[in-house]
């Protein structure tokens, strides 16, 4: 069992910067790839931004070139991922779920919420 615990949601103007952070813990023997996905009321979550375990990264239109998203490492494992969000807008007002990819399994976080001002 792998469990994620997500920090660092918040209110924010528009144009200022957030820094979520995602832990995974517990029985984790190889993670794949980790990602923050972005929900709305009334829509379905979509992904923002992913990190695979060789480094390869992904990035919605809506959020490339604002945010950046890393992993770092910890005994040898690499189970944290951040995503730094940059150049906020109204728009990326959502709650902000963390995901891993572990062995063909998929965990979730608890979801933190972002909200950003105009």
């Known amino acids: 069992q792998v469990q994620l615990v997500e920090s660092g949601g918040g209110l924010v103007q528009a144009g200022g910067s957030l820094r979520l952070s995602c832990a995974a813990s517990?029985?984790?023997?190889?993670?794949?790839?980790m990602g923050w996905y972005q929900q709305v009321p009334g829509k379905q979550r979509e992904l923002v931004a992913s990190?695979?375990?060789?480094?390869?990264?992904?990035?919605?239109d809506s959020v490339r070139g604002r945010f950046t998203i890393s992993t770092i490492s910890r005994d040898n494992a690499k189970n944290t991922v951040h995503l730094q969000m940059n150049n906020l807008k109204p728009e990326d007002t959502a709650i902000y779920y963390c995901?891993?990819?572990?062995?063909?399994?998929?965990?979730w976080g608890q979801g933190t919420q972002v909200t950003v001002s105009s």
């Open positions: 995901k891993c990819w572990s062995r063909g399994l998929v965990y």
């Open positions: 517990g029985s984790i023997f190889s993670i794949d790839a």
């Open positions: 990190i695979s375990s060789g480094g390869s990264t992904y990035y919605s």
